[in-house]
């Protein structure tokens, strides 16, 4: 349950800071198998934004990314 807290917080402050991104946003997935061949299904943003604590008119930016997902897959995901 903590970690389900944590997850809803963290995304919750994501989606305030994507609010105020300055341009566009992209998105990029990747999938990949594990070791034991579990595979996962990961989705990112990436935008550029203000660097943290410095007001939205000071003009510096940085380069941003967060996790917006990552699923377990119960079947494999080749070919």
Not at 11 to 35: C, G, H, N, Y
Request: charged residues 15%; proline residues 3%; aromatic residues 10%.
């Amino acid at each position: 349950e903590l970690i389900l807290q944590c997850w809803q917080e963290h995304f919750m402050q994501l989606r305030v800071e994507l609010k105020r991104v300055v341009r566009a946003i992209s998105f990029t997935a990747d999938m990949w198998s594990a070791d034991k061949l579990d595979s996962y299904l990961v989705m990112m943003a990436h935008w550029i934004g203000h660097e943290s604590g410095n007001a939205p008119c000071s003009g510096q930016l940085a380069m941003k990314a967060a996790l917006i997902t990552f699923h377990y897959l119960p079947s494999s995901h080749m070919g």
